[in-house]
Every structure is written in C-alpha cells, then in structure tokens.
C-alpha cells in the first residue's frame, strides 16, 4: 500500500505484469528467501526516477507526546500501518509454523498450510518495508515487539481464533484503507495483495466454522461488499497484541 510504488511505463499490462506474475507462480508461494522476494517485487514495481509523495511529519519513527509511536502521514502512512499489521501477521503464523508439536495441535494438513501462509506474510511484511526503505528512508516503521495471551499457542481453538480475528481484522483495513491512497500504482498493489489476504481469511473461518467465509458479519448483505474499518478502529483492535503504542491519527493525510 503506498504512494511510492511507480509503473515503469503506462501500458497496463506493464503495471499488472510485475506483481501479477510471481503470484500467480507456486514458487512464489513457498519462496524460502522472504526479504529476497519482496526485494524483487519492490524493483518491479518501482521506477528509480518515481516522484516521492506529499507527506507531513513525523516520521514513522518519531513518537507524539504521550509516547505513541506516529505512522507519518500522506501514503507513507498507509504504507507503515499496513507494514505494522503485516508484521503481527507475519510474527503470528512463524510463531505457528515453529510449533514442535503443530502437527499435533492442527492435523497435518492444517499444519502444512499455517507454514505455507508463514511465507505469504513474511513476503508482505518485508515487502512493505523494502518499499518504504527504497522510498521514504528515514520514516520507515521500525520492528514491533508483539505480544499475545498466554495461551495463544497452546491448542487448535486458539489459535485458529487468533488467525480467524488477524485474518478479518487485515481485511477490514486494507478495505478501509484504500480510499486514502493517492497513487493508482499502489492501490493496484495493496488490491493484490488483500486478495490474498482474503483467501486466507476464507479458508480459516472455514476452519472455524464450515460454511462462514462469507458470512453476514463480514460481508454486507445488502451491498454485497466486505467489511472496512479505518486505521483508528483497526489499530485500537490490533493495539492488544503489539507491545508499542501506535498514532495512526495523520495516515493518509496529505499537506
């Protein structure tokens, strides 16, 4: 999600191509090399000569008054909140995926696909911040410390909860956050990836509960669209499994 990420020409298929084609690829999928990935879609999908966006200050780094942690502002914001919830996701689902006893916990074969999504998220978290690092240095999110109840860990109910609430949650903000992004290439770009988000979050909640991939509290019955949140309501969410507090208050607001 950002302002920074530029087509290299104006011919659509040349701006759908770069990030089109890894996905779509099982290779992509069970990429060993995480930042490695998300290096190459960042120089994909970026031009060198790319024109840097209007962003306020502070920086993704800097902290407000009472402590917080300010997420910047313009696209750069949208791009270091979705960074902050790409990072809990990531944390979670390794966390699952080094479970010694996993396989016992989940079954094999939902075992198998918790360490599969391990690497989807791992490669959107560091691609986020390999966009950010190319474009806006200096106001990259730093790493966050997550945090989760004692038990998170310990049973096949609790953690398919965790996942189905991450899953919903990421969902609901990527939804939420579009409409702040300025830059048609990273609107492209954030769509693509929370379409992956939205297969995870379908076959978890079929998990949890057969038959609710797209049940009424998720997707409106009379729009036929599926749930948004803003930044505000989604950090306020997010902020009990993350150790710093996070100002989400200038995301996507421009000079």
Avoid: W
Avoid at 67 to 76: A, F, Q, R
Avoid at 133 to 158: I, M
Wanted: proline share 4%.
């Amino acid at each position: 999600m950002s302002d920074i990420l530029q087509p290299r020409g104006s011919d659509e298929n040349t701006l759908v191509q770069p990030i089109f084609t890894p996905i779509k690829r099982r290779s992509f999928f069970m990429y060993a090399g995480a930042t490695a990935g998300a290096t190459a879609l960042v120089l994909a999908g970026c031009s060198k000569d790319s024109t840097t966006p209007t962003v306020n200050l502070p920086a993704g780094n800097s902290t407000t008054a009472d402590g917080s942690i300010s997420l910047g502002s313009g696209d750069v914001g949208v791009l270091n909140y979705a960074y902050a919830l790409e990072q809990l996701e990531a944390d979670f689902y390794a966390k699952v995926a080094a479970l010694s006893n996993g396989s016992t916990l989940l079954g094999a074969t939902t075992f198998a696909y918790f360490q599969q999504v391990a690497k989807h998220e791992a490669i959107h978290r560091d691609f986020f911040k390999a966009a950010l690092t190319r474009d806006a240095n200096g106001q990259v999110l730093r790493a966050l410390t997550p945090k989760y109840p004692a038990a998170t860990f310990t049973d096949s109910t609790n953690i398919l909860a965790t996942a189905k609430a991450f899953e919903d949650l990421g969902v609901a903000a990527y939804n939420g956050a579009g409409k702040l992004l300025k830059s048609p290439a990273y609107l492209l770009l954030a769509g693509k990836i929370v379409s992956v988000e939205a297969r995870h979050a379908a076959y978890i909640r079929d998990l949890v509960t057969p038959g609710s991939f797209a049940a009424d509290d998720q997707v409106d019955t009379n729009s036929g669209l599926d749930k948004s949140m803003t930044p505000s309501a989604v950090l306020t969410t997010a902020q009990a499994f993350i150790t710093e507090k996070l100002d989400g208050s200038a995301v996507g607001v421009n000079a």
